[in-house]
């Protein structure tokens, strides 16, 4: 079964786990001392905050989480019908766990990810320089397709 991703940056990650731990009714998941993640069901939501340097405060961006390689596949195809460029990541570290994922941006560059979560990591990610290099070259497809795909070595990005 999917579940929507919402990740947002914030400013405050103490005050911003103590309202959405309010909201929510529920702990985070997950809690590092710059990134916390709840995994609710209902709704069925893989919501995470983070206070990394660069990241926009608001939302960060959205996705949809699989369970397994054939729930994976179908939103793949799911990317590429919406007729946007798509950056195919492929296997990384991000948000302290390893995944498989690939981006699309919207019409108005709101980005998305389509991920498989296969693993927890220790550290956030291994190269923050390399994930904005994936969410630019998304971003800049959002109204046009790019004139040369860019396909960088993305194993060690993070989101």
Wanted: net charge negative; proline share 5%; glycine share 8%.
């Amino acid at each position: 079964m999917k579940r929507f991703h919402v990740h947002m940056g914030v400013k405050n990650l103490d005050r911003s786990v103590a309202f959405y731990s309010g909201l929510f009714g529920a702990e985070p998941s997950v809690i590092k001392p710059d990134y916390a993640k709840w995994m609710l069901d209902d709704p069925r939501v893989n919501f995470a905050i983070s206070t990394h340097e660069g990241v926009a405060r608001g939302i960060e961006h959205l996705g949809v989480q699989v369970e397994n390689s054939d729930e994976l596949a179908e939103v793949y195809g799911r990317l590429k019908a919406a007729n946007g460029p798509v950056v195919e990541e492929g296997a990384t570290t991000c948000c302290y766990a390893k995944s498989e994922k690939s981006w699309i941006a919207d019409p108005d560059g709101i980005m998305w990810e389509a991920f498989l979560t296969n693993g927890e990591a220790t550290v956030y990610g291994d190269n923050a320089e390399l994930q904005r290099l994936v969410l630019d070259n998304a971003a800049a497809g959002a109204c046009c397709t790019p004139a040369a795909p860019v396909k960088p070595n993305l194993s060690a990005a993070c989101c």
